[in-house]
């Protein structure tokens, strides 16, 4: 039998599917249950109406989310924070201002990099070692 202590309070449990004790996913199933209803009631609300309404925090909303438990399809205004700048996205982890920033950064690491290689083959001599400040007798 394969028991494990539960990542969320740390309680003894026979490990299953979700790796959560039957007490965090009971909890987390009433969470969902809170947001589904809320949101089928008032589709147009955000994340932030969402969270306050039902008292259900952000990260664990985008858990939901994440997991495909809430879809976002069915609420035009959902979308949960990019992990940079907060702003709210409806896919990936970051948003697109974001996403150009960072890859923008990554191609000027790029050219930097090549740029860096290829002085660095230039000063390279016939592979030989050198020695410096030492006898040579």
Sequence with gaps: MNIDNCPRCGRLYTKN????????????????EQCAN??????GATIYELSEATEVS???ITRFIREGRISLL??????YPCETCSNLVRDGNLC???RSRLMKDINKMNRDGDRDKS???????NGTYQTYGRDQS
């Design 96 to 98: 697109e201002s974001c």
């Design 58 to 60: 952000i990260v664990q």
């Design 74 to 79: 069915d609420a035009p205004n959902m979308g």
């Design 119 to 125: 002085s660095f083959a230039s000063k390279q001599g």
């Design 38 to 43: 809320y949101l089928r009631k008032n589709r």
């Design 17 to 32: 599917v979700r790796d959560l004790c039957p007490a965090c996913i009971k909890e987390l199933d009433q969470k969902y």
